[in-house]
């Protein structure tokens, strides 16, 4: 997942008895958010990828903070690869105007899953875009408009990976959803992932197409963390074949597909919240892509 950003920020559900088990182990990572004994420490499974100076610790680990300034900003990175699972992390975005900056939840290498959150001037609403990279090639952005203001509190942001289907997820409610479509020859990301979480300057594309500059005024801008538990299937070697097993719960056939009432959720996202969608995207893709309506 070479960008898990804004983890899988990045990596990154909801279901019912075709969901129980899954609504059950979501309760349990929801807990994550609301019981703090609950989290683990971020030593545990993350260390920090750049901008040391930049990265503060609270609450014996289980918080942290990144800040960005006109000289650098920060980023953290899992200790260890995964080829499928449940990620989640919640993430309270930088206050006040934060336009240019991006904060970022993902998965490198050459295939990606990619939360980023594109920054805002101060009144307008936040973009949340996703992006899915398979064998190197990505193209596949969404971005819709929050229904919340995520720079008032802690929200999750997660990411279900299994053989069969991609769903990215805000608190409980599903916003996306990429399927395995590899038999109509459509790339699915299968190659191990770090999960990876940046805060960074993007002002040359990420606001209004880089028309909305970064203003320095308002740094240092900080966001913050919480939640490093990871359900996940670790790789260790080549062989992600183990990592496929129903054996794993977030493989099993209750999450093939979205539950009735998730389904409903995803489609009042998809009727209400949705502002690009690289499907509809004709100057981009003149023949609409192989997984997308045709």
């Known amino acids: 997942m070479a960008s898990f950003a804004s983890f899988l920020s990045l990596l990154l559900l909801l279901h019912s008895t075709t969901s129980v088990i899954f609504a059950r182990k979501l309760q349990s990572v929801v807990a994550h958010g609301e019981d703090e004994s609950d989290y683990s420490s ?3 499974k993350y260390a920090i990828l750049w901008g040391n100076d930049h990265v503060s610790s609270f609450n014996q680990g289980k918080e942290i903070q990144l800040s960005l300034d006109i000289s650098s900003g920060a980023g953290f990175v899992s200790k260890t690869n995964y080829s499928s699972g449940f990620f989640h992390m919640r993430i309270k975005l930088p206050p006040n105007d934060s336009a240019g900056v991006v904060t970022a939840y993902y998965g490198p290498n050459h295939d990606e899953l990619d939360f980023e959150f594109l920054g805002n001037k101060e009144g307008k609403p936040i973009t949340l875009q996703t992006n899915v990279f398979a064998n190197g090639v990505g193209g596949r952005e969404q971005r819709i408009i929050l229904w919340f203001d995520p720079r008032e509190d802690f929200h999750s942001y997660k ?3 299994n053989p069969h289907q991609i769903v990215f997820f805000v608190d409980d409610t599903p916003i996306r959803v990429f399927k395995n479509n590899t038999d109509k020859g459509v790339a699915y990301p299968w190659q191990p992932m770090q999960i990876q979480t940046s805060l960074w300057d993007g002002e040359a594309w990420a606001t209004d197409g880089g028309m909305t500059k970064t203003d320095w005024a308002h740094a240092p801008f900080k966001a913050n963390f919480r939640g490093f538990n990871i359900d996940g299937c670790p790789v260790y070697g080549s062989n992600t074949q183990p990592c496929y097993s129903n054996d794993f719960w977030w493989n099993g056939e209750s999450y093939w597909t979205l539950s009735p009432s998730q389904q409903k959720a995803y ?13 509809s995207d004709r100057d981009s893709h003149p023949t609409a892509p192989l997984e997308c309506p045709q």
């Open 267 to 279: 489609e009042i996202v998809k009727s209400n919240y949705i502002n690009y969608d690289y499907c």
């Open 159 to 161: 990411v279900l990976w």
């Open 42 to 44: 971020f030593d545990e």
